[in-house]
């Protein structure tokens, strides 16, 4: 149960993903796309305090269109956060202007390598990385603008101290995704202590295991569904971090049929909000 401190719980767009069908996976054809004026309409029914922005489901980054998401965004009471991917130098300057006509406090971003990848090099790739931050963390601070580096698959959670100690600025940190630590064998809970004085957002969900042939698979749940401890998660995001929101993440995999897979992506978001209000107590 949540200790003694206000929280905003907020959701990130890209647990609507598959009814969004801006991603390769799956599209529907029977039912209209959600885009982000209806899935803000949706994240207000469910009571949720803001949201994150997927860039897959920006339609434009024409102020005109920016400005109507984000006047879209204030009077539904929404604080406003927005992401992006990688760390190409000129798209993260072009991503910052986007955040700032969206009047987003954070940009989440990440790495985005596979360290398993024939013919890749992490430890470059860290230094590229640490090399276009340190070039970008100085118009990030012009404008008050976090970039948040998520643990991403590509970076272990040492690596990504390393890399924000390295570059040593308070606009510099982490996004902590819980489930993606345990593609590299990691414990969440040790993970995210590790981060908490980095901490400027969260892809806070749960995952479960399944074996499979060829050895087990992770996939996302229902807050609560899984094996994450996310009671010891929040505690130390409680106590150790200077965070004062929760952006879920609840990413889902299709089913069978359209129809099914739509209901599974709601119902799991439906389950989690709860979870989170009733039973880790984020009010």
């Known amino acids: 149960m949540l200790k003694n401190k206000k929280l905003e719980l907020g959701l990130f767009s890209y647990s609507y993903h598959l009814a969004f069908g801006a991603h390769d996976v799956f599209t529907p054809k029977e039912t209209k796309k959600m885009d982000i004026f209806s899935f803000m309409d949706r994240v207000k029914e469910l009571g949720f305090d803001g949201i994150q922005i997927d860039p897959m489901h920006l339609e434009s980054y024409k102020e005109d269109y920016l400005n109507k998401v984000l006047n879209y965004a204030k009077n539904k009471g929404f604080y406003l956060e927005y992401g992006t991917t990688g760390v190409e130098e000129n798209h993260l300057f072009t991503q910052l202007e986007i955040a700032k006509k969206l009047e987003s406090p954070i940009l989440r971003t990440y790495i985005g390598f596979d360290p398993m990848g024939e013919n890749v090099d992490p430890k470059k790739e860290v230094e590229n990385a640490i090399l276009v931050l340190n070039k970008v963390k100085e118009k990030a601070a012009e404008y008050n603008i976090k970039i948040a580096i998520e643990n991403h698959c590509d970076l272990t959670t040492d690596e990504l101290v390393e890399l924000v100690k390295e570059i040593n600025s308070p606009y510099v940190g982490v996004c902590v995704d819980l489930g993606n630590f345990m593609i590299h064998l990691e414990d969440p809970v040790v993970s ?36 994450i401890d996310l009671e010891a998660v929040l505690n130390i995001l409680i106590e150790d971090s200077k965070l004062d929101k929760i952006m879920l993440e609840l990413p889902v995999e299709k089913c069978l049929t359209e129809e099914a897979t739509l209901k599974k992506e709601d119902d799991i978001v439906v389950e989690s909000v709860k979870y989170a209000r009733e039973v880790l107590g984020i009010k």
Do not use: Q, R
């Open 192 to 227: 995210v202590k590790k981060l908490a004085p980095y901490i400027f957002s969260t892809h806070f969900k749960d995952y479960a295991f399944s074996m499979e042939n060829w050895g087990f698979k992770s996939f996302g749940v229902a807050l609560g569904k899984g094996v």
